[in-house]
């Protein structure tokens, strides 16, 4: 199990990743994880295995502190977890045609619906009154989809981004990529008077919407029968891209009055967010904020092709990632893998066997004066122990990526659509720990390799680290064992009994 956007600071065996970090519980196993909640925000949990949480296996993690920066700005709580719903098993079904050759473009397996806190459209309720102060947590927990996020007639006061705060950023609207979370608080008296009991459009509740983004869909979508579904005529069950929740303004649980196909007024005094990470919204307390020139360079090439065997699969810098060790069990058909001397999780190997991993050290290449991180062909990158690495990752792919690194959050700089960030905010970058690759686009990141340990970084769309748009960094073997780290019983216990 891993816990989505916690550092795991000296405790790298908690991060739940098989075949980096563990090997997996076997079935009617059990495995208890320890870890310090750090740091404080919106996380989630899922399974790191397969495709295991499109199935469902996955939740919600909020740490607290004892006072919050803006909790004199909201009375309540809501949570909004949104994810996409199949209808079929993930693995049993739907990978088993996604990655064969009867699928050589690659399509994804299109959600059937979406679901928020476990609810289809137009069933949950939040309550509310018309003097309300709330704030909204949102997570991305599905498999592909991305979402565009609005309230009608209330400003959105974004506080919270990927367990980063910032400064309020207020918006009408934000888009939120997979695995990514976002915090806003509303108050309900700045509803739009349109939606007044006298307003043009007297109602008793207003919608919350989610907007999926129909455009990263590699097919229309709107109207498709997936092969993999026998079709019944009238099929009855296209996907629906608007998702609408329903903020009740009394206690009457009714639907809003108006349409939603009805215009949306264009809120005064609110930002419209040039680019999908929100990099014009600034980090909280940014005295003292600092943020240290990059050591190390790394450009990772993002594409899509046919293996040899003609499947299509994701590749980094040409490798396609796929785990051996533990995985062998449960996944046949291996591409390329961890280097398959000992069927073991790396975390284990950097541990037992530091100095014989064969993974190449950092040399200057064409492209940068700093240093390139190198990987040794089989996707795993070694980082040495404090590196500030800058990270520039190139989109060949006309799809959208989120990607996400493991055990340390990242400054974003910069990305295709808004290049200026770089110059803009230098000195006051946001963090995050997942960021939106643009489509045929950039992202360049730069993040502290100060905590020792097999971190992966791939693509958060579980069909795309199905596919191997994966890699791991290897930070550090030397500093791991000078920290004291060993291999716990019970992590071999759980080796050796998958
Ligand atoms: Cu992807």
Redesign the pocket.
């Known amino acids: 199990m891993h816990w989505h956007g916690l550092y795991q600071i000296g405790t790298p065996d908690m991060d739940g990743a098989v075949g980096a970090t563990q090997c997996a519980i076997a079935a009617g196993g059990n495995f208890t994880y320890i870890f310090k909640a750090d740091p404080p925000g919106t996380a989630w949990y899922h399974g790191h295995m397969l495709e295991q949480y499109t199935d469902g296996l996955f939740g919600l993690l909020i740490i607290r502190r004892q006072s919050e920066p803006y909790q004199d700005k909201y009375d309540t709580e809501q949570v909004l977890m949104v994810s996409d719903w199949y209808n079929f098993a993930a693995r049993a079904k739907l990978t088993a045609w996604y990655l064969s050759t009867n699928n050589p473009d690659g399509i994804e397996p299109l959600p059937d619906a979406i679901v928020i806190n476990g609810k289809f459209t137009k069933s949950l309720f939040i309550p509310a009154s018309r003097t309300s102060r709330i704030r909204f947590r949102v997570i991305n927990a599905a498999s592909l989809s991305m979402y565009n996020v609005s309230i009608d007639g209330l400003p959105l006061h974004i506080i919270e981004l990927d367990q980063q705060d910032t400064v309020p950023y207020n918006v009408s609207s934000f888009v939120i990529n997979v695995a990514q979370r976002v915090s806003f608080y509303v108050d309900l008296r700045e509803l739009d008077p349109m939606y007044s009991q006298s307003g043009m459009s007297p109602t008793n509740s207003i919608f919350i919407r989610f907007q999926a983004m129909t455009n990263m869909y590699p097919v229309d979508i709107l109207h498709y029968i997936p092969p993999y579904v026998i079709p019944r005529f009238p099929y009855p069950t296209f996907f629906n891209s608007l998702y609408l929740a329903i903020l009740s303004l009394d206690s009457t649980n009714s639907t809003p009055a108006y349409e939603p196909r009805d215009l949306i007024p264009v809120l005064p005094s609110v930002n419209l967010p040039s680019d999908t990470n929100m990099l014009a919204a600034r980090p909280f307390n940014q005295s003292g904020y600092m943020i240290p020139d990059a050591t190390y360079y790394l450009n990772l090439l993002v594409k899509f092709d046919l293996d040899n065997t003609g499947i299509n699969r994701g590749y980094i810098n040409d490798v396609t990632y796929a785990f051996q060790g533990n995985y062998t069990k449960v996944r046949a058909n291996l591409i390329v893998g961890i280097k398959p001397v000992r069927k073991e999780p790396l975390l284990h190997q950097m541990a037992t066997r530091p100095n014989t991993l064969g993974l190449p050290s950092p040399r200057i290449q064409a492209g940068s004066s700093l240093p390139t991180i190198q990987n040794d062909g089989f996707g795993n990158y070694f980082v040495p122990y404090g590196a500030i690495v800058d990270i520039l990752i190139n989109n060949t792919d006309a ?1 959208e ?1 989120p990607f996400h690194l493991h055990g340390a959050s990242f400054w974003v700089i910069s990305t295709s659509e808004y290049p200026e960030a770089e110059t803009l905010y230098r000195q006051a970058y946001i963090k995050r720990d997942v960021v939106s690759v643009p489509a045929s686009g950039w992202a360049k990141i730069r993040f502290v390799a100060d905590n020792p340990g097999a971190w992966m970084f791939h ?1 958060h ?1 579980e069909w ?1 680290m199905a596919a191997g ?1 994966m890699l791991t960094f290897i930070v550090s073997p030397t500093q791991l064992l000078a920290q004291g780290f060993t291999i716990s019983n019970r992590q071999l216990d759980l080796c050796s009994t998958v």
């Open positions: 799809g990526h693509c769309i795309h748009l």
